[in-house]
């Protein structure tokens, strides 16, 4: 194809489809409570969305609203991309420019040193998520490079225009320094949805609200899998003990986030009564799906798990020791009291936390579910069952090939 050629608009609508499709491929394995919690709706749901083409300097496509059925509508100018999408104003100098891919500006308001001075000669306030301002006049949002790309998701922006306040608010505009036809192929399309779907899934792993380059994300990946090396020889171990494994796990809390489960790891917080021994269990579990807290205690990876003859399989006395170790913790948050408490000294929410005890290594999985099955309310996790969702995980972090 050549290079050189300009974009039009039948091209881009391709492009964004395409780009809709891989990535609804790429997360069609997921439950719909998963995809719900790690990918954003407008990635999810049908759109009306809108392109942009400028003949003398980039195009964009914006997630308008949410919408029954999709659609994709496309138009030109004459002006730069840039001041074609957004607030225009005079400057040269910007909040952003833009000289790679990939690049992610979200959760919060750009506002330029005009609209901030509008703002307090009225006495008003800015409020809501992160507010930048800009500390020179009449500042330009942002200026894409050549071969750059940036999505502005959940931005608002914030200019004085022609003498009257304007605000544009953004669900998702995606802005790219380029108008050439080759920069919007069909393999571009699948490129850009296999970095974004690494991306999201990098976000679950590390818990943050942007997403970091991708070289940068790749040295990541392979420090989490050092460490994953580092955990298979501690437990293999013979003589390692409870303290040595429950240090270990507070310094690489990922790996107790079960796939992207878990959003926040919390360890030893302690749990006061009154009369009685505090209770201090070895993990608290934020979920991602509704911030609420789940209970996890460590035994020793050597412990056997399931004992007894064929006809009378049962779990060992150390595993039943544990399991009513942590039912106490559970019991703990029946009253409502000890949630407050909780809710105010540490910020979390516990009510009906799953409950479950990290212990042995391997057993036949029908086995292990036939006896869980008599005590539904507390999961047995081995420490085999980590190291193989964490491979897993590794796994589908490794970029796509396309």
Known sequence: MDMKRKLNKHQLEVFATEYLRVFALLTSDFSEENRRAYFPSFLLSPHRIFGMISITHGASIEFVQEVTKESVRIGETSKPIEQEVLP??????????????????????????????????????????????????????????????????????HAIVKEKPVQRDTKCLWI?????????????????????????????????????????????????????????????QADVSEPELQRFLEENKKLLCFGGKYKEIYPRKCLPRTGEPDLIPDF???????????????????????????????????????????????????????????????????????????????????????????NPLCEVVTFQDIICQTEALLQMLKPVQV
């Open 176 to 236: 790219f320094g380029s108008n050439r036809a080759g920069d919007f192929t069909g393999t571009a399309a699948e490129q850009h949805a296999a970095e974004h779907f690494n991306s999201f899934l990098y976000s679950v792993i590390r818990g943050l609200p942007k997403f970091p380059p991708l070289e940068e994300k790749q040295k990541d990946i392979e420090a989490f899998s050092e460490k994953l090396q580092e955990f298979k020889t501690l437990i293999s």
């Open 88 to 157: 225009r104003t005079p400057s040269r100098w910007v909040f952003f420019e833009i000289p790679g891919r990939n690049s992610l500006i979200a959760n919060m308001s750009l506002v330029t040193k005009e609209y901030k001075d509008f703002l307090e000669k009225r006495n008003f306030k800015l409020e809501g998520g992160t507010i930048l301002q800009a500390s020179k006049p009449d500042a330009g949002f942002v200026k894409v490079l050549k071969g750059g790309d940036v999505r502005f998701v959940d931005v608002r922006f």
């Open 284 to 374: 608290l579990l934020e979920r991602s799906r509704d911030n609420h807290c789940d209970i996890l205690d460590i035994k020793l990876p050597r412990e056997e798990l399931i004992v007894g003859p064929h006809s009378r399989r049962r779990f060992s006395s150390h595993v039943e020791s544990a399991i009513a170790q942590v039912h106490e913790y559970r019991d703990y948050f029946d009253d409502p009291r000890n949630r407050e408490w909780v809710s105010s000294q540490y910020g979390l929410r516990i009510y009906k936390p799953n409950i479950m005890v990290l212990i042995g290594k391997e057993v036949d999985a029908e086995e292990r579910i036939r006896i869980s099955q008599r």
